[in-house]
């Protein structure tokens, strides 16, 4: 069992570029996120999708998009990126079923660096 | 505004001791909190979950307390390791700024090294 896996594992990126970063789980989870995590500011929610076909904002959505149009994937895009989004990504996933208690699975993360 | 806290960004204690982790939360009143550890260059993963109606929750050499009263839950190692050498973050949810739904939200997180 994989899990979460995300793609690519590290990607140094021109400012102005357009990038996506994959995310798919394996475990059937209905709810999957997209945190950033820089030093000193912890994990910040990006967006997030409680279902295939459904998203949300989080602390931190400006300059990011998402799709969620199955249960297993949800890819993050950067459709113009600028120098301060270089961060470290974590996709994650959870069964928001299991009881309301949202205990969430983290993929390893990709470190993306904007020049 | 809503805020967590945990105790202090690095915390060194000598193996075999107990290490207790601090968080604290403002202007809330959370459902639960759970705790992660978190490795360099790793994720973060699921250690323990605590309810608002649960004082204590153990799990092998873990333990959590949840004092909704002081708005706080303490975290500890007993018979510490260097293996448990981690960040160790805790996350409760939140409202998000927008209002519109709660998320789990983390704490900046706590680097324990346990020394040999």
């Known amino acids: 069992i994989a899990g979460i896996t995300q793609a690519p594992t590290s990607q140094i990126l021109a400012a102005g570029r357009r990038m996506t970063l994959r995310c798919t789980q394996d475990?059937?989870?209905?709810?999957m996120y997209w945190y950033r995590q820089d030093l000193g500011l912890g994990l910040r929610l990006i967006h997030y999708?409680?279902?295939?076909?459904?998203?949300g904002k989080g602390e931190v959505p400006d300059g990011y998009s998402v799709s969620r149009a199955n249960t297993d994937d949800f890819p993050l895009t950067l459709a113009s990126a600028v120098p301060s989004q270089t961060s470290v990504y974590f996709c994650?996933?959870?069964?928001?079923?299991?009881?309301?208690?949202?205990?969430?699975?983290f993929g390893p993360g990709t470190r993306l660096t904007v020049l | 505004s809503q805020k967590i806290e945990q105790n202090s960004e690095a915390l060194n204690i000598q193996e075999g001791k107990t290490a207790t982790l601090t968080c604290n939360y403002t202007?809330?009143?959370?459902?639960?909190l759970q705790w992660y550890r978190q490795d360099p260059g790793r994720g973060p993963v699921f250690l323990l979950l605590?309810?608002?109606?649960?004082k204590e929750k153990r799990k092998e050499r873990l333990k959590v307390t949840f004092d909704t009263t002081l708005k706080q839950s303490l975290f500890h190692i007993t018979a510490s390791q260097p293996a448990d050498s981690a960040t160790y973050l805790c996350?409760?949810?939140?409202?998000?700024?927008?209002?519109?739904?709660?998320?789990?939200?983390f704490g900046s997180g706590t680097q324990l090294t346990v020394l040999p």
């Open positions: 994650a996933s959870s069964d928001s079923t299991a009881g309301g208690t949202d205990t969430q699975y």
């Open positions: 475990m059937r989870h209905n709810a």
């Open positions: 999708s409680n279902t295939a076909g459904t998203t």
């Open positions: 202007n809330y009143s959370p459902a639960y």
């Open positions: 605590i309810r608002e109606n649960e």
């Open positions: 996350a409760l949810d939140l409202s998000l700024p927008s209002g519109s739904a709660r998320q789990l939200t």
